[in-house]
């Protein structure tokens, strides 16, 4: 369902709104906390690791069980000097 709600907020600007209102205050602490002590590259990859988009490119469509991709967003986040 999020898939659908984060296509949908691409084009229409109430989803958008709402997906917003709903998902952007968690979205933001993650990035807060687990980034404190990170510098602006690993930031940068750790927001990509947050991607809805990116998790779905990597489990469903490239086939990565989650638990590899998880290991690789933390060995590219850590990896970002």
């Known amino acids: 369902m ?5 296509r949908d907020a ?12 709903r998902m952007a205050p968690s979205m933001t602490t993650y990035q807060e906390v687990l980034g404190a002590k990170l510098n ?7 927001q990509l690791a947050l991607s809805f988009f990116t998790w779905r490119t990597l489990v469903r469509e490239s086939g990565l069980k989650p638990a590899a991709v998880a290991a690789a967003m933390a ?7």
């Open 75 to 81: 060995d590219a986040i850590m990896g970002a000097k």
């Open 10 to 21: 691409e084009f229409h600007a109430l989803t958008r709104e709402v997906a917003a209102l």
């Open 2 to 6: 999020a898939g659908c709600v984060l």
């Open 40 to 46: 602006a590259k690993q930031r940068a990859m750790l």
